[in-house]
């Protein structure tokens, strides 16, 4: 069972360790999601286990990993590039995730962080302080973005956990 991760524990790590902790993070997902029935992995929750279904919840970490991915890629190549915002709520409100496989949602999930730990590994220890501008958070380095990308997918995976031992 993934406890529940802080921020500042990422925000810490060296670039070598953070991407060793972004490539090895998808392990923190629970194995049993792919046994889901069709009808487990569409039950929502109260309390503990946060309010999505476990269907919702795997769309909503590709899609923010998506987000994330392409936020550092922006700040490597170009010059201080402004980010956007998402609203993820309007992607489950809109039914995005009704139709996801799993095991499909869980493949993409995999392949993009195996793919981003490749390109990660492959950068140069000053790429880590390039810089791009959120919103709302201001200045963001690439490093500052990893970090939250992969403590994003342990905070979820946390919440999985407790879904999973409402449901077997």
Same mark, same amino acid.
Request: glycine letters at 6%; hydrophobic letters at 40%; charged letters at 25%.
């Given at each position: ?7 500042? !524990? +990422?925000?810490?790590? /060296? ?19 792919? *046994? ?5 992995? *569409?039950?929502? +929750? ?16 590709? *899609?923010?990993?998506? !987000? ?30 009704? /139709? ?27 790429? +880590? ?13 690439? @490093?500052?973005?990893? /970090?939250?990308?992969?403590? @994003?997918?342990?905070?979820? !995976? @946390? +919440?999985? *956990? ?7």
């Amino acid at each position: 069972m993934s406890a529940k991760p802080e921020i500042s !524990a +990422f925000l810490a790590l /060296s670039h070598s360790d953070l991407t060793g902790a972004y490539t090895s993070g998808i392990s923190k997902i629970h194995p049993g999601l792919a *046994d889901l029935t069709e009808e487990k992995a *569409d039950r929502t +929750f109260e309390g503990a286990a946060g309010a999505w279904s476990c269907r919702m919840l795997l769309g909503h970490l590709l *899609d923010a990993e998506m !987000a994330f991915v392409h936020r550092m890629r922006r700040a490597v190549a170009e010059e201080r590039p402004a980010f956007t915002v998402w609203q993820e709520d309007d992607f489950i409100d809109k039914g995005l995730y009704r /139709s996801a496989s799993i095991d499909e949602t869980m493949q993409a999930l995999r392949s993009l962080r195996n793919w981003t730990g490749s390109w990660l590994k492959s950068l140069a220890g000053e790429e +880590f302080s390039r810089v791009g501008l959120h919103p709302q958070r201001g200045e963001q380095t690439v @490093h500052t973005i990893l /970090s939250y990308c992969t403590w @994003h997918l342990e905070h979820h !995976a @946390h +919440f999985l *956990d407790e879904k999973m031992k409402r449901l077997i």
